[in-house]
């Protein structure tokens, strides 16, 4: 018989010869599981380190205060002796319920932002459709518009203060040349309420008319275009176009002007001469904001006018309430 062989594999070493080492992978290069870790940390952290300081200065200028505001009137405390306090739990509050002082300067701050905020707004919604016509210099019209919001509010208050001068202000100049007589606008109930009240409206106007302005000019053209081809008029188009599409900013512009009535401060302080913080001789048209003032950094109560700034608070808190509650009503009414 004869022998066989297998055939040699010309791949592989001849006999004998030294066998190389088996070849091994690379040692991974890649990131471990801690710094995986680490990093998703890094990547969800992120957005809160960059809030942080929001929050940091929110909690030292807004939030302390509050709580601190809030601590206060709960102590009956003298402004020129801070640390000497006396507790006296809700009794500052309690006290506001039997202070006419109080119910008069709530009454005279709801009564100038009603005459107020009611034109300034409707001024602001006319000024507004007229600046959305295209016309020509529009950015100097704006630019107009938004001045008086520029102004300082004591040179505004001092101008009109000598505008409505009873002896040779240029608004009873204007009252005689039509056969009325003059009138005492700085120490009439409601005439002092009227001049403060002008104020507020000449400064805050236009910069209403440029929110409403930016929000008309996001209503679609095409809702326009199509109620003309249905017949309608400019003024129907203004009601059932213009005033739906501006509901958001409507609704801004009277939540900003009642916050704003009910801190109103430097008008009111300004406007009588030598009034302060009284709010004329009897109290005509002293506000909230005055009211404040004059218990704090007057008579230096400083735990009443602690009180009296969380009533303002209370009282807005009520209000919006109030309009939260009778919004679906008026809305199953279609306003």
Do not use: C
């Amino acid at each position: 018989m004869t022998e066989t062989r297998d055939p040699v594999d010309p791949f592989l070493p001849p006999a004998g010869a030294p066998v190389a080492p088996p070849v091994t992978a690379p040692p991974r290069t890649g990131p471990g599981p801690r710094r995986v870790r680490l990093g998703r940390l890094r990547s969800r952290s992120a957005p809160y380190a960059l809030i942080a300081p929001f929050f940091l200065l929110f909690g030292a200028f807004g939030l302390f205060p509050l709580v601190a505001t809030a601590w206060t009137s709960l102590f009956r405390v003298e402004l020129t002796a801070p640390e000497d306090r006396e507790w006296v739990g809700l009794h500052n509050y309690a006290r506001l319920l039997h202070d006419e002082f109080f119910w008069n300067a709530l009454f005279n701050t709801a009564a100038i932002g009603v005459l107020a905020t009611v034109p300034q707004l409707l001024l602001a919604l006319g000024v507004a459709h007229l600046l959305d016509v295209r016309l020509r210099a529009r950015l100097a019209f704006r630019v107009v518009a938004l001045a008086p919001y520029a102004t300082s509010v004591a040179a505004a208050t001092l101008v009109f203060a000598l505008l409505f001068g009873r002896d040779q202000g240029m608004v009873n100049w204007a009252l005689g040349l039509a056969g009325i007589g003059p009138v005492d606008w700085q120490n009439g109930p409601w005439a002092s309420k009227v001049a403060v009240a002008s104020i507020v409206i000449w400064r805050w106007t236009g910069y209403n008319a440029l929110i409403y302005l930016a929000a008309m000019q996001t209503v679609p053209r095409e809702l326009y275009e199509a109620a003309a081809l249905d017949g309608a008029s400019r003024w129907r188009q203004f009601l059932h176009v213009t005033l739906p599409g501006l509901r958001p900013a409507l609704l801004f512009t009277v939540l900003v002007s009642t916050i704003g009535a009910t801190q109103l401060f430097g008008e009111p302080m300004l406007f009588g001469s030598g009034a302060g913080a009284s709010g004329g001789a009897d109290h005509q048209y002293q506000t909230l904001g005055l009211y404040l003032y004059e218990q704090g950094w007057v008579n230096l109560h400083l735990g009443r006018a602690a009180a009296i700034a969380w009533a303002m608070l209370l009282i807005l808190a009520v209000v919006f309430g109030a309009a939260r509650l009778l919004r679906p009503v008026l809305r199953g009414r279609g306003v």
